[in-house]
């Protein structure tokens, strides 16, 4: 059992930011579980750690309501990626994005990923809302079966209880547009200091996605993934050369201390 | 030295126990007459007379009656119960006019029904009357009141449910126990059934009573109705309002809504909600507790179903002493700095607490915490893969200051086993699943997770004592335990108690004899009560605090009999019923300079994202 300890030591950190019911939650659950579920509201933070291949991937899943805003910067504090999550048929939450959630992120790491993603895509996008999340091919037979009653109750009855959208059958009008996301993209990377040019190009960096459908969810975090490799792999390499790596966890511990009691 | 007591008890039970003089005719009228309203606002003369007479006097024949007194049935009470609320009211107000005269603006005024001036005071009964009335209307047709458009238009969360409930509907005014919590400016907080926006008018006209009220120099405390009961709390900005049909006492209803205020401070702290409302008079407190309606839901559903909160104490699970030193054991070594407390839970029960040394030197963890941080844990729940780490208050230990808690659940998926680590350092949580890693390790080492699902409460069958269904023990403070956690003990609920109904029935019951043996006017040692279908004894001594049931016929002398067996079992396994000597640590580096865990972090509480709000 000692080594599920070892096992579990964390490569690299991702951190899920967005304004509260935008769905952060559901998409990590839909990405982890396989499966959408009610959710109740978060309660401060939750750390996962997920096995990606040979590497341990750490993720926090955060609170987006006010209440927890505290501890955001210590969610944050290290992250090689930050998942902003705003809701497409809401406004504000790709506002508050901008408004309260970017400055969170200033004690990520300088070469920090940012992905910005606008969730319930299934309520505007008849692609999403038809989409089977079987199609992106689970490892797990058994799991596909769980997976297929859900759209077919979607489409079956315009009725579940769930969702609001599918109560009126109709689609829901989109308020955040592509173009929109990709503009606040852009304001990150100024934000941030960073050179568009030399930086992941906004394209790559924001997705639609559907925790209820699967729609694009795997893409999102297997692309994120893919993005922080390096920053993985530099980590390991630098663990490898000498021992600095627990120097340089205790400097940032005693840096930390030496904030909190200052203010 | 159990039966002494116990002699002793009775004897003094059989005295002070006899039913309730049927009150004096003046007090009579005035109790039909003011029967809506709670008596606080009684003229001078007739409340002193009142109360200083209703405990003595006792109808030579009361000895005979003691039985039948207590026979009606909690439903069939009605006049006579009333007049006893009456009692209980009157004789707490004369202590609390002096509080009133000293502190007339004081926040813990407001557990005084208060008389001020005498002059206008018959006036004011008047129009109090009228008003209680216009209330009364008020709450039962609240769905006039509150116009459908709103409710129509309201974006409902999705899953929800009884937020979605039509407050126009009979099935909304029919709830056994509505709460409600509103701001000082009148705007709505919470509410138990129903949105709140549906109801803000109606949250309107508690917050006119309650301040028409407060504009006479008053605090309202209850207003009684023959189906209802509304009980008024104000603390600091907030008002919490219950409105039930439980024929709970009014004591306990408030007790209730402290909790629900506790609640709401362990997850905002007193300290910021005064700032907030300080600055903003009528701020919208939901945006910040948006969200955490699910574990305000989850407590009342609690404070409904589980006795821990009637007797403000904690159930821990019966555990082989050997078994709980070992967990103990291992949850004292694995710390780190600023950790203050562990402790692990199974199934909502306590299995082990373990408190950093110079913490329990000066305070312990109150037993209403300790029913917050499990609420807590029950309600988030439904999320349980990964390790928590969250900001919590816990309002008794201190109001302002927050913890941070570390949740997680050692068995995934089953999840019954969860480990809370509470830390004064908000970064710390890093190294605070170092903790749970090692606690893990050795508990996989010794097998504990196995040996702890083979725990199982027990049976009252084990007690041996036939006629007895069910108990609550609840030991008091003595020098033995002094600074211990209270904590009580009860079997499971068998049949006839089985089903949900029953358990119901039987804690209404629990709740009865509570609030007879906790009587402001008349408390009450002993107390044997003959229900419709089974008969309970409840018995109080400066030791503890005992409830029983027991089949219906059992006599008094069997039922005495059985306790005192009853009593020698718990003595014997009292070492499994209870956690006996909570376990220490030190992990305070520098343990004179914070004597006191909780306020070390003092500073942490205006780091907490609320300035950004001011």
């Known amino acids: 059992m000692p080594e599920v300890s070892k096992m579990k030591k964390p490569d690299v950190k991702v951190v899920l930011l967005g304004d509260m019911n935008v769905g952060k939650t559901s998409l990590l659950h839909r990405y982890t579980e396989r499966k959408f579920k009610d959710t109740i509201s978060t309660v401060g933070g939750a750390f996962f750690l997920k096995q990606w291949g040979p590497y341990n991937i750490s993720i926090w899943d955060t609170a987006g309501r006010e209440q927890f805003h505290g501890l955001g910067s210590m969610y944050c504090r290290g992250a090689a990626a930050v998942i902003l999550t705003y809701d497409v048929t809401n406004w504000q939450s790709l506002a508050e994005l901008e408004e309260r959630f970017l400055s969170l992120t200033d004690t990520a790491n300088h070469d920090c990923i940012y992905a910005v993603v606008g969730n319930k895509a299934d309520l505007t996008d008849p692609n999403a809302q038809l989409y089977q999340d079987s199609n992106v091919a689970p490892e797990d037979q058994t799991e596909c079966e769980e997976e297929r009653p859900e759209p077919q109750v979607l489409s079956a009855c315009p009725t579940p209880p769930a969702s609001p959208a599918s109560l009126s059958g109709s689609v829901l009008h989109k308020q955040v547009a592509p173009e929109d996301a990709v503009a606040f993209y852009g304001r990150i990377l100024r934000y941030k200091g960073l050179d568009e040019k030399s930086s992941l190009p906004a394209e790559k960096m924001c997705f639609e996605t559907s925790a209820k459908t699967g729609y694009n969810v795997d893409t999102l975090f297997e692309a994120l993934f893919d993005l922080v490799l390096p920053s993985i792999l530099r980590k390991r390499n630098e663990n490898q050369e000498s021992p600095t790596v627990d120097l340089e966890e205790c400097r940032g511990a005693s840096n930390k201390r030496a904030r909190s009691s200052c203010c | ?614």
């Open chain 2, 1 to 614: 030295m159990e039966r002494d007591n116990h002699q002793e008890g009775v004897a003094e039970g059989v005295k002070i126990c006899d039913p309730p003089a049927e009150s004096n005719p003046p007090a009579d009228t005035l109790a039909t007459s003011l029967s809506l309203l709670g008596n606080h606002m009684f003229p001078d003369p007739v409340e002193r007379n009142y109360g200083t007479t209703v405990n003595r006097e006792e109808p030579v024949d009361s000895l005979l009656s003691d039985v039948s007194a207590e026979e009606p049935s909690l439903n069939a009470e009605s006049h006579s119960n009333q007049v006893t609320k009456l009692e209980t009211e009157e004789t707490e107000s004369p202590e609390c006019q002096n509080n009133v005269a000293t502190q007339p603006s004081d926040r813990g005024a407001q557990d005084a029904a208060t008389d001020s001036d005498q002059g206008d005071s018959g006036e004011f009964v008047v129009t109090m009357l009228a008003k209680a009335k216009l209330e009364e209307q008020g709450l039962g047709m609240k769905g006039r009141s509150s116009p459908l458009l709103e409710a129509g238009t309201e974006e409902y969360p999705a899953f929800m449910s009884h937020r979605d409930e039509d407050v126009t509907a009979d099935s909304w005014r029919q709830h056994r126990k509505h709460v409600f919590v509103l701001s000082e400016a009148g705007k709505p907080i919470y509410s138990r059934y129903g949105s709140e926006e549906a109801l803000s008018s109606t949250m309107g006209v508690m917050m006119a009573l309650v301040s028409f009220v407060q504009s006479g120099d008053n605090i309202i405390r209850s207003v009684y109705s023959e189906e209802n009961t509304v009980v008024f709390l104000q603390k600091g900005p907030l008002v919490l309002v219950c409105v039930s049909s439980s024929r709970q006492s009014e004591r306990q209803l408030r007790g209730e809504l402290l909790y629900v205020y506790y609640q709401i401070i362990s997850m905002l702290t007193q300290a910021s909600i005064s700032r907030i409302f300080e600055h903003k008079k009528n701020y919208d407190l939901r945006r910040l507790l948006a969200g955490s309606e699910k574990i305000l839901d989850g407590l009342l559903n609690l404070v409904d179903s589980d006795p821990s909160f009637l007797l403000a104490a904690v159930h821990c699970l019966p555990l082989a002493s050997s078994l709980r030193d070992s967990l103990s054991q291992i949850l004292q070594k694995a710390i780190t700095p600023n950790l203050v407390f562990s402790i692990l839970i199974a199934r909502n029960q306590l299995l082990t607490i373990v408190q950093e040394k110079t913490v329990i030197e000066d305070t312990r963890l109150e037993p209403a915490d300790v029913h917050l941080l499990l609420n807590l844990i029950g309600a988030s729940s439904a999320f349980q893969a990964g390790e928590i780490w969250t900001p919590i208050c816990l309002p008794l230990f201190n109001p302002d200051c927050y913890f941070y808690a570390y949740i997680s659940y050692l068995d995934p998926p089953e999840c019954t086993v969860c480990l809370l680590l509470l830390s004064t350092d908000k970064e710390a949580f890093y190294s605070v699943a170092e903790c749970k890693r090692k606690i893990e390790e050795a508990m996989v080492a010794q097998n504990s997770l196995s040996l702890i699902a083979k725990v199982q409460s027990y049976s009252v069958s084990q007690v041996g004592v036939s006629d007895l269904r069910h108990f609550m023990y609840k030991p008091f403070d003595v020098p033995d335990n002094y600074r211990q956690l209270t904590q009580f003990t009860s079997p499971e609920m068998e049949a006839p108690y089985s089903s949900e109904e029953e358990k119901m029935r039987l804690l209404d019951l629990y709740r009865y004899m509570h609030s007879r043996i906790h009587s402001t006017s008349r408390p009450l040692k002993l107390i044997y009560h003959v229900a419709e279908r089974e008969t309970l004894l409840a018995w109080v001594t400066s030791k503890f605090e005992l409830y029983t049931c027991f089949s219906p016929l059992v006599t008094k002398a069997c039922a005495i009999t059985a306790i005192t067996k009853l009593l020698r079992w718990i003595k014997k396994e009292e070492d499994r019923l209870f956690i006996r000597y909570p376990p220490k640590y030190s992990t305070t580096p520098n343990p004179s300079k914070s004597s006191r865990g909780g306020k070390s972090d003092q500073q942490d509480s205006t780091d907490n994202g609320f300035l950004s709000l001011l």
